[in-house]
């Protein structure tokens, strides 16, 4: 069965500390990777699409990598505007469907 | 740039009431999907449309829910007699083919009292 695992749950960083949240995924066949953030009360908002192992995305503070099995969002001098919820979701190969299927995110909270 | 819409953002019904979702889907997409998000679960995946067409609707319950894409107007989801359990946020995204990235509306969020 597809499953997507992130970890950790919460995560609490001071402005200014870089760190990394995990994307664990198993799928038969990887059509693409997509991180979003999700803002409280808000619709998941587009960071990045991932394709194939040794891929890497940056805009501003972010950078996504991925391998064969999981995906980084590094995030480096954060912002308290940086707290949100990341959530990572893959597309699997095969069939006409292009569901997408979650984690259960990781709850950003940068303090200043 | 018009993103995705969803209306109403908040609807409130009492159990066995009827529920209908609407979401407009970026202007040039043609491909709409519906997802579901409980409170402390992910998001879950719920059915795939385009336009007068069902795709896949492989993760919308057999019972009380219904879905379409007419040629004209907004994407529906329609919940039939509901429940608190179907209390929830509804999310609404759309792609310009097929397979692209999926662009996300603010959701409805539906409570059933």
């Known amino acids: 069965e597809d499953q997507v695992t992130q970890s950790p749950e919460a995560l609490r960083l001071q402005e200014g500390e870089s760190s990394s949240l995990n994307c664990s995924y198993t799928?038969?066949?990887?059509?693409?990777l997509f991180w979003y953030r999700q803002d409280p009360g808000k619709g998941p908002e587009f960071l990045f699409t991932l394709y194939s192992a040794g891929e890497e995305k940056e805009k501003e503070r972010l950078k996504a990598t991925l391998t064969k099995k999981e995906s980084f969002l590094h995030i480096t001098a954060p912002k308290p505007e940086d707290s949100a919820t990341y959530l990572c979701a893959v597309q699997a190969t095969g069939g006409a469907t292009n569901k997408l299927i979650f984690g259960t995110g990781t709850l950003l909270a940068v303090q200043p | 740039n018009a993103g995705v819409m969803q209306n109403p953002r908040h609807l409130v019904r009492r159990r066995g009431q009827e529920a209908r979702l609407r979401c407009s889907p970026v202007?040039?997409?043609?491909?709409v999907y519906w997802y579901r998000q409980l409170p402390e679960e992910g998001l879950k995946f719920m059915v795939y449309?385009?336009?007068?067409?069902?795709?896949?609707e492989s993760g919308m319950p057999k019972e009380r829910f219904s879905a379409e894409f007419p040629k004209e107007g907004p994407s529906i989801l329609r919940i039939q007699q509901v429940v608190r359990g179907d209390s929830a946020a509804y999310f609404c995204a759309s792609s310009p083919g097929s397979p692209d990235t999926q662009y996300f509306g603010p959701g409805t969020r539906l409570t059933v009292l």
């Open positions: 799928v038969s066949g990887l059509r693409g």
């Open positions: 202007k040039g997409h043609s491909h």
């Open positions: 449309l385009q336009k007068e067409n069902i795709i896949d």
